[in-house]
């Protein structure tokens, strides 16, 4: 119970919290009008509070189940199974008119992170503020952002995805001390498109986490090169591979031995054969890093002066990193 005693033009007042098993669901103010409250006054509201319990529990149940079918709306549109209509009709989301989507993901920072599981109202608070009505779904590599009220112009709603994009990777990283990445999907002309515009933001998504550079907002056309990569190490999933290749000799070592040739080999062809600087990225002395990678021609026998062999090399280390289709 709080009071406040009157003051100048401001009438006494009591409050009280209203909470059901340690857990608030709202407040209740009174103010006095033109005469002190009475003694009973806090009584009277304490029994006030316990009685708005079942109607606030109420209208909250009611308010929960109406976001799950809103969100199975949108999961099941963006999943290309769903009806635009639907959606459309429990929402402020417009059928006609640009849409787009955002795939956003938080990776822990060195602290662990904190508050990861607010993410999706993290998001949905941060569109609010910026003027978007947005529908924000859980999907297991993060969170799906569906916006439906873009400008009419492409080349003015594509920006307007960017600068969200950019304004939630800044202000969520430092709001849960973990590193948010954006995938931006391709801006759609209306909702029925909304799983095509799903896909690129997925695809942009997975490109940014396979680097490990500074960016951490893109379209699908500003990481061309690293979503055609992905392509290609998915098509190669399929391909009959002889079981004698260099890279799976030493995985097998490193497997039996513990040993981290297989990350030697990755640091010197990623760094192009660059021994300083390959070195600093493993955290090793350069004679070490050299005393390694004559290790892994001794147990592999690649020949790294082959063009075709680092080639394949990097291939096969990058099926090694990428995670399946089903792992994603």
Do not use: K
């Not at 549109?77 to 938080?106: D, F, K, M, Q």
């Not at 904190?114 to 503020?129: F, G, H, M, S, Y």
């Not at 995805?161 to 801006?187: C, F, H, K, N, P």
Request: with cysteine.
């Amino acid at each position: 119970m709080v009071r406040r005693p009157a003051e100048e033009d401001l009438p006494e007042r009591l409050a009280v919290a209203v909470s059901a098993g340690g857990e608030a669901l709202g407040s209740i103010w009174v103010a006095a009008a033109g005469r002190p409250l009475p003694e009973t006054a806090a009584d009277d509201l304490r029994a006030v509070a316990r009685a708005a319990v079942p109607h606030l529990l109420h209208h909250r149940s009611r308010r929960a189940g109406q976001m799950q079918v809103v969100q199975e709306a949108a999961r099941a549109l963006l999943e290309g199974s769903g009806s635009a209509e639907a959606l459309a009709a429990r929402t402020a989301l417009p059928v006609e008119g640009h849409c787009a989507v955002l795939a956003v993901h938080a990776t822990p920072g060195p602290r662990g992170g904190r508050n990861e599981d607010r993410l999706p109202d993290l998001v949905a608070v941060q569109c609010a503020a910026h003027g978007h009505e947005a529908v924000v779904i859980t999907v297991a590599e993060g969170v799906l952002v569906l916006l439906g009220d873009l400008a009419p112009n492409p080349e003015r709603a594509a920006p307007q995805m960017a600068l969200l994009g950019e304004a939630l990777a800044g202000q969520l990283s430092a709001t849960i001390d973990a590193q948010v990445r954006v995938g931006i999907g391709e801006v759609a002309a209306d909702l029925h498109q909304a799983a095509e515009s799903r896909r690129t933001a997925d695809l942009a998504l997975l490109a940014l986490l396979s680097r490990d550079g500074p960016r951490s907002v893109a379209r699908v056309g500003e990481v061309a090169e690293a979503v055609a990569m992905l392509h290609i190490v998915d098509a190669l999933r399929e391909a009959p591979l002889p079981s004698e290749l260099p890279v799976t000799r030493l995985a097998a070592y490193d497997a039996e031995h513990g040993g981290a040739l297989v990350d030697t080999l990755r640091a010197y062809l990623d760094h192009f054969s660059d021994v300083p600087a390959a070195s600093r990225a493993l955290g090793i002395h350069p004679n070490t890093f050299r005393y390694r990678i004559r290790r892994v021609r001794e147990v592999c026998g690649i020949e790294l002066d082959d063009p075709d062999a680092r080639l394949l090399a990097q291939l096969q280390l990058r099926l090694m990193r990428h995670p399946t289709d089903d792992d994603r």
